[in-house]
């Protein structure tokens, strides 16, 4: 009780508190983060090559930049009064740009908001078909080359300067955007709990194939159950998931 004493007045400090941070994770973060930046910055080097050979194709395929920056909801670790919490924040995410460029995002606005809200007739209507993909499976605002690098989940590399930078982890929840964030109910909220992630629970259990509760559950599994251990098994089953492309689009 009295931590949670301690955590309301530290929203009268801070209304961007999320909530306190477990004791004893303090090791946990700071070997997690000294993973995240290591390997990331090995993984950017050796796919250097690669992320060139893509950045050439987007400028042949279709006029605009090279990469797509967005803003996103994420985290950062702070400490009021002696309490660690999570304090929401809004960083940049890169990922290569596989829309149009100026892509009108009324779309996928209007799409997200029927999938939180569970309107399967209307996400059937957005797709112009009822499928069991969660997820735009007919995005006329998508490029030709932005097709294969989203079924092959390329276009999330440049995602590893976000982890350098410390946005973002190697593992946790995916980065939601702030109108996304807007439509949660109270219980999504605890997905925000951690950094988001490259790549996550969520992700290689169920992928595009699970509703947005089920994606949100897995995700509030992970943020309880996190540790170095948990955080191998997926990055090994990663590879796996984006080879197979189940539940890609």
Not at 194 to 207: D, F, K, N, S
Not at 212 to 232: A, G, K, M, N, P
Request: glycine share 4%.
């Amino acid at each position: 009780m009295e931590q949670e004493i301690s955590f309301n007045s530290l929203r009268e400090f801070d209304p961007h508190a999320l909530r306190p941070i477990a004791k004893g994770r303090t090791f946990y973060y700071i070997s997690k983060r000294i993973f995240d930046f290591s390997l990331a910055v090995l993984v950017l080097l050796c796919l250097f090559p690669l992320i060139a050979l893509i950045a050439i194709l987007i400028k042949l395929d279709t006029p605009g930049p090279i990469f797509f920056v967005q803003d996103r909801v994420g985290v950062r670790r702070r400490t009021q009064h002696k309490l660690p919490y999570w304090q929401q924040v809004i960083f940049r995410v890169f990922k290569f740009r596989t829309m149009v460029c100026n892509a009108d995002p009324s779309l996928h606005q209007a799409y997200v908001k029927a999938l939180i809200d569970r309107d399967g007739e209307g996400m059937a209507r957005l797709q112009g078909e009822d499928t069991q993909i969660r997820k735009l499976t007919r995005d006329p605002r998508i490029t030709r080359l932005g097709r294969i690098l989203r079924k092959s989940s390329l276009d999330e590399l440049p995602q590893l300067l976000n982890v350098i930078n410390g946005d973002m982890s190697l593992v946790g929840p995916r980065p939601a955007i702030p109108y996304e964030v807007e439509m949660y109910q109270p219980w999504h909220r605890r997905r925000l709990e951690t950094l988001p992630g490259m790549t996550g629970l969520w992700q290689v259990t169920a992928r595009s194939s699970a509703d947005f509760d089920e994606s949100v559950r897995l995700d509030i599994q992970y943020v309880e159950q996190q540790s170095f251990w948990l955080d191998l098994i997926i990055l090994m089953k990663t590879p796996l998931v984006v080879i197979s492309c189940k539940g890609a689009v």
